[in-house]
């Protein structure tokens, strides 16, 4: 058990590429912590960085309040999982969960017991005896996460451990790993680039994009509360629709974007106040825009806004629970959330509405959340 603190961290490979760029982490003991963003945006550099594989060009790592940074990985007592999971071929699953313990020269009676007790947990104990080559991606998964286990490590890194993996395994792995954490209350942090995986799993979540942190947060307010444009984007499916338009004061606050004119709830004024006559970005979640005959649209609020936004309808995807709608507004593109009742066409328009309640502002340069005064 540990916690983990990343104090100023970079890392830049052939004195050009900066993978990750100045980051400060507080990773408490025994947190479920996740780190995500897209592809490249430096996630393994930092576990490797933690684990000890790479060295950091600026910056200090303590794990138990311990300076690592001139520590051997083998020295950091944590425990990495891979994505490929990296298992020796050659040898059983029993050798390689006791491969570790062995090179820590335990005898053969503890190594036995801890990799029973590791088998028990994972429920692998009728995979002992196989090859890799033998074994399903999810019993790979499993044996990779018990290689981990029988060390009992202070912190547990995970590196996309799910990704290979088909839909269905990777939700019951999901849960897995976190009933794991919650019955061996060790510090995890993990890896994905899968914004639900994260917003899942993590009880605290790193966004992180191009080697630089965006938002740490808990999941509801990172969903609530983005920070930027990049995060209000990355979490939530459908994305969060953004229009660019300026804001008119004359006569209560107004939103104008193009034939966009939506009369502001009066809450809005504490939040653009100074940003009168200027151009904002509004973010507009999916979920968040009704249609006006659905029985969701009939649920009409004080909050909801009063024009009516003629929805050209593009494409429509029929999930059964419910309806995703494309469509365009001007030649702006925007999905909205509509129940499955929603009767529409291509081609045709819809009369939708927007909770004003939920409306999420930005700065136009900086790109970052506009907060109430
Ligand atoms: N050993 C390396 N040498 C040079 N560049 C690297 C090396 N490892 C990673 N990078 C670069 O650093 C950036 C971050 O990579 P990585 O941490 O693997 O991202 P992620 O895991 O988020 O996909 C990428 O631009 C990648 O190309
Ligand atoms: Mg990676």
Redesign the pocket.
């Known amino acids: 058990m540990a916690k983990v603190f990343l104090n100023n961290i970079s ?1 830049v ?2 004195n050009k ?1 900066v ?2 760029n100045h980051i400060n982490l507080d990773i408490k003991d025994r947190e479920f912590f996740v780190l995500v ?10 576990l ?1 960085l933690i684990a000890g594989l ?1 060295e950091p060009t600026e910056g200090d790592i303590y794990i138990d309040n311990n300076l690592v940074n001139d520590l051997s990985p083998k020295d950091r007592d944590v425990a990495m999982v891979f994505q490929n999971y990296a298992l020796y071929p050659h040898m059983k699953v029993y050798d390689n969960l006791s491969f570790a313990l062995r090179l820590r020269k335990y005898s053969k009676s503890v190594i036995e017991g801890k990799v029973k007790d590791a088998a028990g947990i994972l429920g692998i104990d009728s995979l002992l005896p196989r090859k890799p080559s033998e074994l399903s991606g999810g019993e790979s998964q499993r044996v990779a996460v018990g290689r981990a286990i029988v060390r009992a490590p202070k912190v547990f890194l995970f ?2 451990p799910l990704s290979n993996l088909d839909a269905k395994l990777r939700v019951q792995m999901r849960a897995e790993i976190k009933k794991l954490h919650r019955e061996l209350g060790t510090t995890m942090i993990y ?1 994905t ?1 899968d914004q639900i995986e994260a917003m899942t799993m993590g009880q605290r979540i790193v966004i ?1 994009n191009k ?1 630089e942190v965006q938002q740490i947060d808990t999941p509801l307010n990172l969903y609530n509360k983005p920070a930027n444009v990049f995060v209000a984007g990355f979490i939530g499916n459908p994305p969060m629709n953004f229009i660019r338009g300026t804001i008119t004061s004359s006569n209560g606050y107004i939103f104008i974007s193009g034939n966009i004119r939506i009369s502001l709830y009066s809450d809005s004024k504490k939040q653009l106040t100074g940003y009168e006559e200027k151009e904002v970005i509004l973010g507009l979640r999916p979920d968040d825009i009704y249609e006006e005959t659905t029985s969701k649209g009939l649920l009409k609020t004080q909050t909801f806004s009063k024009e009516t936004l003629k929805l050209v309808v593009e494409f429509i995807e029929l999930m059964g629970n419910e309806s995703l709608v494309y469509g365009k507004i001007d030649d702006i593109s925007l999905v909205m959330r509509a129940p499955a009742d929603l009767r529409c066409n291509r081609g045709k328009s819809i009369n939708a509405h927007l909770d004003l309640a939920k409306l999420h502002w930005f700065d136009c340069i900086t790109e970052k959340r506009i907060e109430k005064q």
């Open positions: 890392k490979f052939d590429v993978a990750v963003g897209p592809s490249g945006c430096g996630k393994s550099t930092i490797r790479d590196d996309e890896v680039h992180l080697g």
